[in-house]
Nanobody, 119 residues
Framework: QVTLVESGGGLVQPGGSLRLSCAASGFPFDAYCMDWYRQVPGKQRELVASLMTGGTPNYGDFVKGRFIISRDNAKAMLYLQMSSLKSEDTAVYFC?????????????WGQGTQVTVSS
């Protein structure tokens, strides 16, 4: 059974920091590209950051050096270190795992963790 479980969300003041974690199980973690997405009610889910094993991280334009994505393949963990948080970063943050192999796209989602940036 595939599971992606996010944690680390919460309420933080503007300018503060949070570290999100995603614990993965049930699939070959190191073979999958791992992403963080976020979604605000009424808006489309948007890509925050993406990282393949041995690859270079990719970030959404809005990140602008404030977030760092990392992964620990030995522990099957994905992380997102967020700093200089702004109110517009308030969203539900989702962990996503995907792979394209033999023309088959496999995609898994976590349940999300709420991040609220407010004074």
């Amino acid at each position: 059974q595939v599971t992606l479980v996010e944690s680390g969300g919460g309420l933080v003041q503007p300018g503060g920091s949070l570290r999100l974690s995603c614990a993965a199980s049930g699939f070959p973690f190191d073979a999958y590209c791992m992403d963080w997405y976020r979604q605000v009610p009424g808006k489309q889910r948007e890509l925050v950051a993406s990282l393949m094993t041995g690859g270079t991280p990719n970030y959404g334009d809005f990140v602008k050096g404030r977030f760092i994505i990392s992964r620990d393949n030995a522990k099957a963990m994905l992380y997102l270190q967020m700093s200089s948080l702004k109110s517009e970063d308030t969203a539900v943050y989702f962990c996503n795992a995907w792979q394209m192999y033999a023309n088959v796209h496999t995609n898994y989602w976590g349940q999300g963790t709420q991040v609220t940036v407010s004074s």
